[in-house]
C-alpha cells in the first residue's frame, strides 16, 4: 500500500531537457451521465520529498489521460496519488463553480522505458491481509445486527468514515479518528454515559475496546492537523501503521460491544 501523497503546484518555466520517458495515466470521471470535458498544464512539487514534474491533462467527455513528466524514478502508487490529486483538485473546483459532485478513478499507468504497465486496484494490503479466510456473509450478518436499533446511526458512521480513510489517503487521520470518536459516542449511549464527560467516555471506550490511550493519541495526532485544515504529508509506512492501528481498535471494540 502507498500513501497519496499532496503535491504543492507551482508555476515552472522549464523543466530539465534530459526529462525521461513520460508516465501516462488513464481514468474516468464519474458519473459518465455528467459529461465533462478539461484540458490544462501545470507543474508540480512533491510535498514531503521536493521531487518537481509536469502533469499534462486531458479530460475528454470524461475520459481522463494526464501525461507526467519527471526525470525521478518514481513509485507508481506514489505518482498515481499525486496525480489523483491534482485532478481532484481542479474536480474540486468545477464542483464549487457547478454545483457538481464529481468522482475521480485512476485506473491504469504505463511508461514503456521503464517497462510499467499496470492497473490499479482497490484494495489496501495491509488491511485485505486481515480478512484472509473471512466468512463474509456470516461477518456481515453479525455486524449487521450490531447496527440495528438508535444507536446503530454511530456505527454506519464509522464504517463511512473508515471507507473514506481507505479512499481519501491525504485525509487518512482525519477519517481514521472521527471513525474512533463514533464509537465513542456508541459506547456512551450503550452503557448511559451521553452526558458524562469525555475522559469518562474514552475510559469507558478504552475499557470496552481494550485499546491504550497511548494507541487513540497516536491516531489523533495524526488526524490534529487536517482537522484544523493544514496540509499534511506522510510516509506509506506511517499510513499503513495508522490504518492498522485503527483498525485493530475498531476491531477490538467490535468485538467487545
Not at 504529508?233 to 483498525?247: H, I, P, V
Amino acid at each position: 500500500m502507498r500513501s497519496r501523497c499532496r503535491a504543492t503546484i507551482e508555476d515552472f518555466s522549464t523543466l530539465s531537457a534530459s526529462i525521461m520517458e513520460p508516465y501516462l495515466f488513464y481514468g474516468v470521471v464519474l458519473p459518465e451521465r455528467a459529461q465533462l470535458s478539461l484540458q490544462f498544464t501545470l507543474g508540480f512539487s512533491h510535498l514531503v520529498s521536493g521531487v518537481k514534474g509536469e502533469a499534462k491533462v486531458s479530460i475528454l467527455f470524461n475520459q481522463v489521460a494526464v501525461r507526467v513528466e519527471s526525470e525521478h524514478d518514481w513509485d507508481i502508487f506514489d505518482l498515481r496519488n499525486v496525480v489523483k490529486n491534482i485532478v481532484q483538485n481542479h474536480l474540486a473546483m468545477v464542483g464549487y463553480l457547478m454545483g457538481y459532485a464529481y468522482e475521480l478513478e485512476i485506473t491504469r499507468v504505463l511508461n514503456q522505458g521503464r517497462e510499467i504497465d499496470w492497473v490499479f486496484g482497490i484494495d489496501i494490503p495491509c488491511l485485505t491481509e486481515r480478512s484472509e479466510g473471512i466468512n463474509l456473509q456470516e461477518s456481515l450478518m453479525k455486524l449487521r445486527d450490531k447496527t440495528i436499533g438508535t444507536n446503530g446511526v454511530f456505527l454506519n458512521r464509522c464504517f463511512a468514515d473508515l471507507v473514506s480513510s481507505m479512499k481519501h489517503a491525504d485525509d487518512t487521520g482525519f477519517y481514521c479518528y472521527r471513525a474512533i470518536e463514533s464509537l465513542r459516542h456508541h459506547c456512551a449511549a450503550v452503557h448511559g454515559l451521553t452526558d458524562a464527560g469525555k475522559p469518562k467516555q474514552w475510559e469507558k471506550f478504552r475499557e470496552v475496546s481494550g485499546c491504550t490511550e497511548e494507541t487513540l493519541r497516536s491516531i489523533k495526532s495524526a488526524a490534529d492537523p487536517l482537522r484544523h485544515g493544514e496540509a499534511s504529508g506522510g510516509t506509506s509506512e506511517g499510513r499503513a501503521k495508522l490504518l492498522t492501528d485503527t483498525w485493530d481498535v475498531v476491531d477490538g471494540y467490535l468485538n467487545g460491544v
